[in-house]
T-cell receptor
């Protein structure tokens, strides 16, 4: 079945870059996504990438997709304390609206 | 900015009791989702509506959970009877059909079953 895996925890110093990694299993996924969840809140879509793209950049965020290895990463440049949150990778199932979420990576940014 | 509304934000109930959660999606969003998020895990889809029709409820424990969206706008998720293992965050999301992945989430209802 579908499975999305992420490392559980990442700690970085303010101003450094953060890289959050994700592996997925459904090779037919049309889109892959990164969502952010702050404490006690719902999820917020940060960015997404179409499966035929290798890279997408949006301000401080860079998404890299290695479709051969089914590996997705999110790079946050100049990480700020406000970036501290849980980041979820998600894949769409085929071309449907259904999303499979990873377990989330908790990013902690320290001064 | 339009938001998905959910209530209550927090609910504590005893096992075997009934509990209900309400969601009001963003106006014009025909697709509505209910997710369950267990602490330390990602959200898991329970049920998906397209207008008032259920599109996917394959992961909904139908012996105790029910969901409805009678007029194709707001929705209610019910659990009866609640069990200890139902303690989780229940998230509602909505989207415009065809905009794959661009789901807008509400703040969630945190359920604690004692």
């Amino acid at each position: 079945g579908e499975d999305v895996e992420q490392s559980l925890f990442l700690s970085v110093r303010e101003g450094d870059s953060s890289v959050i990694n994700c592996t997925y299993t459904d090779s037919s996924s049309t889109y892959l996504y990164w969502y952010k969840q702050e404490p006690g809140a719902g999820l917020q879509l940060l960015t997404y990438i179409f499966s035929n793209m290798d890279m997408k950049q949006d301000q401080r965020l860079t998404v890299l997709l290695n479709k051969k290895d089914k590996h997705l990463s999110l790079r946050i440049a100049d990480t700020q304390t406000g970036d501290s949150a849980i980041y979820f990778c998600a894949e769409s199932i085929g071309d449907t609206d259904k999303l499979i979420f990873g377990t989330g990576t908790r990013l902690q940014v320290f001064p | 900015e339009a938001e998905v509304a959910q209530s209550p934000r927090y609910k504590i109930t005893e096992k075997s009791q009934a509990v209900a959660f309400w969601c009001d999606p963003i106006s014009g969003h025909a697709t509505l989702y209910w997710y369950r998020q267990i602490l330390g895990q990602g959200p898991e889809l329970l049920v998906q509506f397209q207008d008032e029709s259920v599109v996917d409820d394959s992961q909904l424990p139908k012996d105790r959970f029910s969901a409805e969206r009678l007029k194709g706008v707001d929705s209610t998720l019910k659990i009866q009877p609640a069990e200890l293992g139902d303690s989780a965050m229940y998230l509602c999301a909505s989207s415009v059909p065809g905009q794959v992945g661009e789901q807008y989430f509400g703040p969630g209802t945190r359920l604690t079953v004692t």
